[in-house]
């Protein structure tokens, strides 16, 4: 078997994409911006409108690798492709981070599991 801790904070974001897409969008008057585009002979504009703004952040999915910019901000950052952001990520994880400890309940059906596992397989 192969693994790949980049692959897996690949999946992981695409899974947050996806699962954001099976969401949906909510379609409210509100959300369609019914208001504002009642306005929109005086707007002209609806980009750089507060509401726009507001549901673009709300609704679109926004991975942590995938990089939305254009190709010359993306250059001017550095130019990462996803394995390499995702490489980037791994090494911040595993430097970083603090896992929880576990619950003596958990560390006890763990031991019990091992044990279990060690009669069973042990050599006759």
């Keep these: 078997m192969i693994w790949s801790h980049e692959q897996l904070i690949i999946d992981n974001d695409i899974v947050t994409m996806v699962k954001r897409t099976i969401q949906g969008i909510d379609v409210t008057d509100d959300t369609m911006a019914v208001d504002i585009i009642k306005q929109a002979h005086e ?5 750089h409108q507060r509401h726009t703004i507001k549901f673009m952040r709300q609704e679109q999915s926004r991975p942590r690798l995938f990089d939305r910019s ?17 490489r980037d990520e791994v090494r ?6 603090q896992p929880d400890p576990l619950d003596d309940s958990v560390k006890k059906t763990l031991r019990e599991i091992v044990k279990t596992a060690e009669r069973e397989l042990a050599p006759s």
């Design 43 to 47: 707007i002209k504009d609806f980009l």
């Design 70 to 86: 254009t190709r010359g901000t993306w250059e001017a950052k550095g130019g990462k492709d996803t394995t390499e952001a995702a």
């Design 92 to 97: 911040r994880i595993l430097k970083t981070h």
